[in-house]
């Protein structure tokens, strides 16, 4: 894939020497290509081509200002779960079909105000619950380097949406990896910033204490300028931090002379697949080539991770999703009375993996149970965050791990949901302690893309992206080999 | 009640907490800026936040945070340097995102009190404040409206609360009461509230329980619901009171339920869901940060809170020489206060102001239904005619007079003395013009008079008035009229 970068598309339009009608059209070519071809990729569940068109045409009266958008004519793709004002905004559910937002999230209205086309709303599993993008209301969606398998999730349409050379650029969201992992089995780059340096509002909430907005990009280059766009402080978002955002291309031609990169221990137990590690080792050689300093560390409470993030995010989901009860918006099935509307209609809209994690929330938050469950979670949840808290504290810049513990698997492969909730068990601490991480491609195994994970602490993106870059144009080619 | 029943009923003590829950008076809702006002359209002040759109926030309002801190100062409790907002989840199509914003094991404010009164002994009676907190109001269900179906109008929605949990201190339905009348009285004071308990700015729950006098173990309570005057709690407190005392008499036990007042038939009846077995699965809300409050900021709330009833009465009584009765009176209402003071203190003479703005405003107002924020006599104005009478211009009958005018237009008092003629007329001439009418229309009153029945020199004088239009100087009047018939 060729597909031009954020910098050069912007770079043509601002210039003069394409226009974002037609930046647009080739993206459009693109969606329909991959859609539709024989691969059936299955990566949008809602465009409007007229309607993205009318805006790519608007664009051209940008080029008068005085400064063109650091995105300009650069044609994006929007996860299911950000509520853009054209597009339905359904969460890959049936419970919100036909739902069109009457606002906009902030970070879609940053993209467009930053130049950026929405091109279209990407698959994902419902409700942003699964890590395969198996798990929509309308179907799955395929991995562009291998559409007999999954392309990760839950934000696998945006990860393949850059994949497969449709955008540059496009906008997932992390709960427990959900950006991760699927730049990871697609071989691409996923960010998953800081808790609280992009803004939630218009993201439907899973679960609100560890959902961020992040982005994909097919290069470090394409995340930073993409990130630099929705980052920042919104006064709608209570969480949100009042921290200037630096600028995270700043990095792009630095060295890491100095960098004192942390290995977790944890991160690379025995039963890792020894071909991911030989990824991992063949990476950590350059970076120590590079001059950067790499030490082994530990992070003691990582095992707690998977159970307390399968505590604490279906417990919020059970109370974000209480809204979707037929009401207002969406599906409303009939029943009796009024309690009956209520079953029929959660019980008809969402599918079984939301359903299983509002019971699972529902459960652990009841009379009863709360102390041994919920509050015990918050309780490991702050070891967990103590743990990256001491090492960067320590000296440590970043630490680099694996991404997850296997390659894409083949659609349909794994049915058992708690094998499906350990694919997370490199990306969950992240969410839980609230740090910056990020995957990028490092080379390929059979023919499948790993990923590797920088991570840094809190609001420390630079010093990420900063190894990221370096990392990146260190291993050249080779990243896709 | 028959003898057996009252001495049944002698043998049992009421033990009352109440939880009240009343509306701040903020702009805007508690946390989006859609206008909190009562009475528009339905579902008009609503936006993405109070309808529960998906990827919606919420975003606290400051000034809830300054009127609930305000509140639970009042009530003598220690504000939180930092407390915690909480989702209550429960199911209900006026409550939009199945879950309300409150506080839980974190309120806003702990420990204070209300005094309601004092004891024959004269120790005050105080009644714990266990705890106040903030949280949103849910929107209205309206089954009234459309045949078959419910409408739900989410004006309400986010309308900032507080509640206020009381202690089970209180022993009668008059102390229920009395509490809640203090409360009130404080709430409006300090401006936080409208406190309006037909418009449901301000809503009662009782939790109510009956122990045998002497011991100290509570019984089992029940919490009753539904009441919309302080006059429906001290009822309804009253009758589930008595149905208790019944079961325990029997022999029975009381089930912990809620049950519903019905003001008309005077009954309580157990509400159809059991919402005492709600499961509210509270957790700390992750949309919102803890609320954190400064010391500083604290005390200067402390600071800036306006005088309370309790002070304003003592002040009232040894800055004015105001009697036990004019004072409670005078600072039943702030407003009344105040408009009393800005009289007092433009006239001078505070008994003076007392009397008139408990005579003749309180009974204006209460006859025209007014509020005296709406008042169109203004205490300068008023402080203009008690001024007039002290210094003789015009008559106190004639002050009456130009006082109803003042009311109807607005106009300050002189302008109406002069206008209609009522300033006194001490005239010597047109004083013996009007007497020598009078004696001439009443010869045989005249004659009884001359003759020594003093009493007739009222119905003389009586007649001079309504002759004068109540213009005539009284004492100049009497002297003349001495001086004319030698009485």
């Known amino acids: 894939m060729t597909a031009p970068s954020c910098a050069d598309l912007r770079a043509d339009v601002a210039a003069g020497r394409a226009t974002a009608a037609e930046t647009l059209s080739a993206a459009i070519r693109r969606a329909r ?13 809602w465009r409007d081509d007229a309607d993205a068109r009318a805006q790519a045409e608007a664009l051209a009266d940008r080029l008068a200002d005085t400064t063109p958008g650091p995105l300009l004519g650069v044609p994006v793709a929007v996860k299911d779960n950000i509520a853009t004002l054209a597009l339905p905004t359904t969460c890959g559910s049936r419970i919100l079909e036909g739902y069109v937002s009457p606002y906009e999230a902030t970070v879609a209205r940053r993209l467009r105000d930053a130049g950026a086309v929405i091109v279209g709303k ?16 309308y179907g799955p969606t395929r991995n562009p380097v291998a559409p007999d398998r999954v392309p990760g999730g839950s934000s696998g349409g945006s990860a393949a949406a850059v994949a497969a050379g449709i955008v540059p650029l496009a906008l997932g969201s992390e709960t427990g990896g959900s950006v991760r992992q699927p730049a990871a089995f697609c071989g691409i780059v996923g960010v998953k910033p800081t808790y609280g340096r992009v803004s939630r509002y218009g993201l439907v909430a899973f679960a609100s204490s560890l959902d961020q907005v992040g982005v994909f990009g097919r290069t470090v280059d394409d ?103 037929g009401v207002r918006y969406g599906l409303r099935l009939t029943g009796d009375g ?48 103590g743990d990256f808290r001491r090492v960067f504290d320590s000296g440590v810049h970043v630490l680099f791990t694996p991404t997850a513990p296997s390659t894409a698997f083949p659609i349909g492969a794994i049915s058992d949901p708690y094998e499906m909730y350990l694919s997370d068990i490199f990306t969950a601490t992240a969410n839980l302690a609230g740090v910056p991480a990020m995957s990028l491609p490092i080379g390929r195994v059979g023919g499948l893309p790993v990923g590797g994970q920088f991570l840094a602490s809190h609001f420390d993106e630079p010093r990420m992206f900063a190894a990221a870059y370096a990392l990146e144009r260190a291993l050249g080619g080779e990243a896709h080999a | 009640m028959t003898a057996a029943a009252t001495a049944a009923r002698d043998r049992w003590e009421m033990v009352v907490g109440l939880e009240v829950h009343v509306q701040l008076k903020t702009r805007t809702k508690a946390f989006c800026p859609c206008s909190a006002e009562y009475g528009a359209p339905p579902n008009a002040n609503t936006c993405p936040v109070c309808l529960a759109l998906p990827g919606a926030l919420p975003v606290l309002n400051e000034h809830a945070v300054a009127l609930a801190t305000r509140a639970a100062l009042a009530l003598q409790c220690a504000v939180q340097p930092v407390s915690v907002f909480a989702r209550k989840n429960y199911f209900y199509p006026d409550l939009p995102k199945g879950y309300q914003i409150s506080q ?101 729950d009782a939790n109510v329980s009956a122990r045998r006098r002497g011991e100290s173990a509570l019984g089992t309570k029940t919490e009753v619901k539904n009441m919309n005057s302080f006059s429906g709690v001290e009822r309804a407190l009253e009758v589930e009171f008595a149905r208790q005392v019944a079961v325990l008499e029997a022999g029975g036990t009381i089930e912990q339920q809620t049950m519903l007042w019905d003001g008309n038939a005077g009954e309580v009846r157990p509400a159809r869901s059991k919402e005492g077995s709600h499961d509210y699965r509270y957790f700390p809300e992750p949309d919102l940060p803890p609320l954190i409050l400064a010391a500083d900021w604290i005390e200067q709330a402390r600071h800036d809170l306006p005088e309370l009833p309790a002070a304003r009465r003592a002040r009232f009584a040894s800055e004015y020489h105001l009697g036990e009765y004019d004072v409670e009176v005078l600072t039943a209402d702030a407003h009344v206060a105040d408009y009393y003071e800005s009289v007092a203190r433009a006239h001078g003479e505070p008994k003076a102001a007392a009397n008139w703005v408990m005579g003749e405003v309180l009974a204006t107002l209460k006859s025209s239904g007014q509020d005296i924020a709406r ?86 004088i009586g007649a001079v008035m309504k002759k004068s239009k109540g213009r005539a100087d009284p004492r100049k009047l009497t002297q003349l009229l001495s001086a004319r018939l030698g009485s």
Not at chain 1, 372 to 379: D, H, L, T
Not at chain 2, 115 to 135: K, N, W
Not at chain 2, 173 to 195: C, M, N, P, T
Request: net charge negative.
């Open chain 1, 122 to 137: 990407t698959n994902m599993d419902e409700f942003a619950m699964g890590s395969s993008t198996e798990h929509s209301a």
């Open chain 2, 104 to 204: 839980f094991d974190k309120p806003l404010a702990l420990g204070g009190w209300v005094e309601i009164g004092r004891r024959a002994e004269g120790d005050p009676i105080r009644i714990g404040v266990t705890r106040v907190h903030m949280e949103e109001d849910a929107g209205k269900s309206v089954h009234d409206r459309f045949p078959g179906a419910t409408a739900i109008d989410l004006n309400r929605s986010g309308v900032p609360l507080i509640e206020i949990v009381s202690e089970p201190d209180m022993r009668s339905a008059e102390q229920a009461g009395a509490y809640l009348r203090v409360l009130k009285q404080i709430l409006e004071y300090i401006d936080v509230s409208d406190v309006n308990m037909e418009e449901g700015s301000l809503r009662v």
């Open chain 1, 338 to 385: 009024l309690r009956g509307m209520y079953d029929a209609t959660r019980s008809g809209g969402f599918g079984p993996e939301v359903t299983r994690r509002i019971l699972l929330g529902t459960y652990v938050l009841s009379a009863g149970y709360y102390d041994a469950y919920y509050r015990k979670a918050q309780q490991a949840r702050t070891l967990i965050a």
């Open chain 1, 33 to 45: 290509e991959v859609d539709t071809g024989a691969d059936r990729l299955n990566v949008f569940v």
């Open chain 2, 375 to 460: 008042f169109r006599v203004r205490p300068a104005d008023l402080a203009a005619l008690l001024g007039l009478v002290r210094d003789g211009v015009v008559s106190h009958t004639a002050a009456k007079q130009i006082f109803s005018r003042m009311v109807a237009t607005g106009d300050p008092p002189a302008q109406i003395a002069e206008r209609e003629g009522l300033v006194k007329v001490d005239d010597d001439a047109q004083l013996a013009a009007w007497l020598d009418e009078v004696i001439a229309e009443h010869p045989d009153e005249a004659e009884r008079l001359r003759n020594g029945e003093k009493k007739l020199q009222g119905v003389l």
């Open chain 1, 223 to 325: 995340a930073a300028r993409g990130l630099g766009v929705v980052a920042g402080h919104d006064p709608r978002d209570s969480t949100s931090a009042q921290i200037p955002v630096p600028d995270y291309t700043a990095a792009a031609g630095a060295d890491v002379k100095g960098l004192v990169v942390g290995l977790p221990t944890e991160y690379f137990p025995a039963s890792l697949d020894p071909a991911i590690r030989a990824r991992c080792d063949a990476a950590i050689d350059r970076l120590r080539s590079l001059g950067a300093t790499v030490k082994e560390v530990s992070l003691p409470h990582t095992s707690l991770a998977i159970p307390v993030y399968y505590i604490v995010a279906p417990a919020e989901a059970s109370s974000n999703l209480a809204r979707f009860d």
